[in-house]
């Protein structure tokens, strides 16, 4: 096994974090996609973990201390590991996160529930050699029909990794039912984004239910329609669903079919800022709105952009709603930070020369755990708003 040294410095590894960045690292002659051991220069040994120079991060802590090494028993036990949290905080439901990388020790993989099948994201190198291992484990703990990945993402890329889509265990079914407090959704796994739908909002629909009876919604940014869904199942008066992808919008419309709320739901496939920018110049008209837009910035470079992204939608959410009403916003994008998120929206609401108050501060759901020492592990930020005069 080659050892990779630490330079001299202050760096996170130190303090448990699992990324390594080559500008941390002595010159090695380790290869990509090779298991390393990781030690400071003092001669510390760290643990083990994946290396990959050709990533910014070019070595994924796996097994932490001198005792612990990488081997499929440790995959083993960490899927097992996983599975005994899931019954714990989503016990019951049919489709959430099986394994959340460097969260649940895999970093580089991403596995989600859908039901009768499991569909993986793979996102490091140093993963391949264990693959037959972790879909065999989790075959044994989850018994599904299959198991799909969903390659075809830019990271591979950056890893030497081919962009390819591929079922890896068992049969393929899609699309796919599952069940969201009482609603039922259709999930495409071939054609969806993500893996096929946005799990880590789980939670915060159960929020947008409790809050429906009644009102008059909006949901931009809608996707397949699950938040407005779950508004339209939980008694709004009605509900209409804006994104830019006329499959989704489609899908959102059958979902509303499926659900028998079709008479309270109407998806449209539009442009969500042209429609917030229009349907904001006529005044308030909504009692609860949501707001989940994709990632705006993917950098700090370009943050600055992002926010007046961010501002705008904001603004014109804070517009449409009536006093008394509700606005729940989100934003998934690492860079932004939550203090600056709700600066955003203090910004927002200023211009917007309406009174709001944040009732309650969200985020990803449990089945997306965060690493203390990994602070890009929590990238989901979610704000209830209760807007005034």
């Known amino acids: 096994m080659d050892t990779v040294v630490l330079k001299s410095g202050p760096h996170r590894?130190?303090?448990?974090?699992?990324?390594?960045?080559?500008?941390?690292?002595?010159?090695?002659?380790?290869?990509?996609?090779?298991?390393?051991?990781?030690?400071?220069?003092?001669?510390?040994?760290?643990?083990?973990?994946?290396?990959?120079?050709r990533s910014m991060i070019a070595v994924r802590v796996v097994a932490w201390g001198a005792q612990t090494t990488v081997t499929d028993d440790l995959f083993r036990q960490r899927v097992r590991d996983a599975a005994d949290l899931r019954q714990v905080v989503a016990g019951g439901r049919d489709a959430f996160r099986v394994?959340?990388?460097?969260?649940?020790?895999?970093?580089?993989?991403?596995?989600?529930?859908?039901?009768?099948?499991?569909?993986?994201?793979?996102?490091?190198?140093?993963?391949?050699?264990?693959?037959?291992?972790?879909?065999?484990?989790l075959t044994d703990v989850y018994k599904p029909v299959g198991i799909y990945e969903h390659g075809d993402l830019s990271v591979r890329d950056r890893e030497g990794l081919p962009r390819e889509n591929r079922l890896v265990w068992g049969e393929l079914t899609s699309p796919v039912e599952i069940h969201e407090?009482?609603?039922?959704?259709e999930v495409d796994l071939l054609g969806g984004q993500k893996t096929g739908h946005f799990l880590d909002q789980y939670e915060n629909r159960g929020k947008v239910a409790a809050l429906a009876?009644?009102?008059?919604?909006?949901?931009?940014?809608?996707?397949?329609?699950?938040?407005?869904?779950?508004?339209?199942?939980?008694?709004?008066?009605?509900?209409v669903g804006i994104d830019i992808d006329p499959e989704a919008v489609d899908r959102a419309n059958s979902n509303a079919a499926i659900n028998g709320v079709e008479q309270r739901t109407r998806f449209v496939a539009e442009n969500a800022f042209d429609w917030l920018r229009r349907e904001s110049d006529l005044g308030p008209q909504y009692d609860l709105g949501i707001l989940?837009?994709?990632?705006?910035?993917?950098?700090?470079?370009?943050?600055?952009q992002a926010i007046k992204g961010y501002k705008e939608i904001?603004?014109?959410?804070i517009?449409?709603?009536?006093?008394?009403?509700?606005?729940?916003?989100?934003?998934?994008?690492?860079?932004?930070?939550?203090?600056d998120f709700i600066q955003v929206i203090q910004a927002a609401a200023h211009d917007a020369h309406r009174a709001v108050r944040i009732v309650e501060i969200r985020g990803q759901g449990p089945d997306h755990p965060i690493l203390p020492a990994l602070p890009e592990s929590r990238y989901l930020k979610c704000l209830i708003l209760g807007v005034g005069k």
């Open 319 to 339: 517009k449409l709603i009536r006093p008394g009403g509700f606005l729940i916003t989100s934003s998934c994008s690492y860079h932004l930070s939550e203090p």
């Open 181 to 185: 407090h009482g609603v039922r959704l």
């Open 213 to 239: 009876g009644g009102r008059r919604v909006f949901d931009a940014f809608s996707h397949t329609g699950a938040f407005g869904l779950a508004a339209a199942l939980h008694g709004a008066e009605s509900v």
């Open 314 to 317: 904001n603004l014109r959410g």
């Open 292 to 304: 989940d837009p994709p990632a705006f910035t993917k950098s700090k470079q370009s943050v600055p």
């Open 13 to 53: 590894v130190l303090k448990g974090s699992p990324w390594i960045y080559r500008t941390e690292l002595e010159p090695t002659s380790a290869q990509p996609g090779s298991v390393v051991q990781v030690k400071t220069r003092e001669g510390k040994v760290l643990g083990q973990g994946f290396f990959n120079p």
């Open 99 to 137: 394994i959340h990388s460097e969260a649940h020790g895999i970093p580089g993989l991403i596995v989600d529930k859908y039901g009768p099948m499991l569909v993986a994201q793979v996102t490091s190198l140093g993963l391949l050699p264990f693959l037959a291992t972790i879909w065999q484990a």
